[in-house]
């Protein structure tokens, strides 16, 4: 409704009035986006810098989220002002944050670190996105591995989950190089899946990781697999035929 109100004054009234509405209802996140909008376009800085601080302190607490935006526009301040070391503070703590916008944080963290630092700065970002213990860890790991090229590593970052998706993820990462180590961890996703889940669908759902095996080249570990699962469990029925389609 703020919103709405502020579009009606806009088009009734004129500029001025609209901008006299945003100041008393900045509050307003579309509101203060437009006030950063707005700045950022006049090359005010100091304005636009306050603005995003202001809305960092509002909205930290309850809506973090928020609050990352906010820190996100003050990127795009330092952008405009070419202020390099603010733009490597705000890029490095919304990549560690796992924040996703429409910004690549790494790579303009990588265009204005020191190529000879560039190497300690990234173990330094591994080192605080593992103790942040985030929910996004692997993911935002996984981009350095594969922007740096570090395919070991990202194995190794893979090997630690179970997480079918996940795997098939990273899987055209490192299938050329690893399709045995992938067949096997598909093998251990698929049979930790099938204990948690039933259902039809969920045994299509692992069907289809079996054909990714298949893809891999571990046709026979695939066969393996089945008579297994045939013996673990002989009473659901829909899984034995899934498995007999493959």
């Known amino acids: 409704m703020t919103k709405l109100e502020y579009e009606l004054i806009k088009k009734i009234k004129g500029e001025a009035e609209a901008e006299e509405f945003i100041e008393q209802n900045i509050d307003n996140p579309d509101l203060r986006r437009k006030a950063l909008v707005k700045t950022l376009k006049e090359s005010n800085f100091e304005r636009a810098e306050a603005l995003a601080n202001d809305g960092i302190k509002l909205d930290s607490k309850d809506k973090p989220g928020l609050a990352m935006e906010w820190y996100d526009w003050l990127l795009k301040i330092a952008l405009k002002k070419n202020d390099g070391n603010k733009i490597i503070e705000y890029a490095r703590y919304l990549f560690v944050?796992?924040?996703?916008?429409?910004?690549?944080?790494?790579?303009?963290?990588?265009?204005?670190?020191?190529?000879?630092?560039?190497?300690?700065?990234v173990e330094g970002m591994i080192s605080e996105i593992r103790k942040k213990g985030h929910w996004s860890e692997i993911d935002v790991i996984g981009k350095i591995y594969i922007e740096e090229q570090w395919w070991e590593r990202l194995l190794g970052l893979v090997s630690g989950t179970k997480h079918l998706p996940y795997i098939m993820h990273y899987e055209k990462y490192l299938s050329d190089?690893?399709?045995?180590e992938l067949a096997e961890l598909y093998e251990k996703g698929i049979t930790d899946y099938l204990r948690r889940m039933t259902g039809r669908n969920?045994?299509?759902?692992?069907?289809?990781?079996?054909?990714?095996?298949?893809?891999?080249?571990?046709?026979?570990?695939?066969?393996?697999?089945?008579?297994?699962?045939r013996k673990e469990y002989p009473k659901r029925k829909a899984l034995l035929d899934e498995l007999n389609k493959i």
């Open 177 to 180: 190089k690893y399709p045995n």
């Open 202 to 229: 969920h045994y299509k759902e692992a069907c289809r990781y079996m054909h990714r095996m298949i893809k891999l080249g571990a046709r026979s570990s695939v066969n393996n697999l089945i008579t297994i699962l």
């Open 97 to 121: 944050d796992g924040f996703r916008h429409d910004q690549d944080y790494y790579a303009i963290l990588k265009k204005y670190t020191d190529p000879s630092e560039w190497h300690n700065f």
